[in-house]
Nanobody, 121 residues
Framework: VQLQASGGGLVQAGASLRLSCVAS????????MGWFRQAPGKEREFVAA???????YYAENREGRFTISRDYAKNTVYLQIESLKPEDTADYFC????????????????WGKGTQVTVSS
């Protein structure tokens, strides 16, 4: 599985962004997909995930600003981010795993390159 994230950019605080991640391969529909982010000088952290049954999981304390979704016809998973804050500045990664459950016991198997989100105050 190859993953390609896009949609990042430089935005002002309060703006919205929709990140996209296109997955190659015919097994997209059976994978759990996740979004993670890594801010400068910090460890990578979980943001959101969606299973093949469309069960959705979010990191705590996200204030409902993040929404994950997937389009099976386009092999794409999205992350909608509302009311962006400077602390949302990070490299955002998508990942995939064939696990039936969240979180996958062995972690995510496949990772794409990140898309940079920079939020100015």
């Amino acid at each position: 599985v190859q993953l390609q994230a896009s949609g990042g950019g430089l935005v002002q605080a309060g703006a919205s962004l929709r990140l996209s991640c296109v997955a190659s391969g015919r097994t997209f529909s059976s994978y759990v997909m996740g979004w993670f982010r890594q801010a400068p000088g910090k460890e990578r952290e979980f943001v959101a995930a969606i299973t093949r049954r469309d069960d959705k999981y979010y990191a705590e304390n996200r204030e409902g600003r993040f929404t994950i979704s997937r389009d099976y016809a386009k092999n794409t998973v999205y992350l909608q981010i509302e009311s962006l804050k400077p602390e949302d500045t990070a490299d955002y990664f998508c990942a995939a795993d064939p696990s039936l459950i969240w979180p996958p016991p062995g972690g995510m198997d496949y990772w794409g390159k990140g898309t940079q989100v920079t939020v100015s105050s």
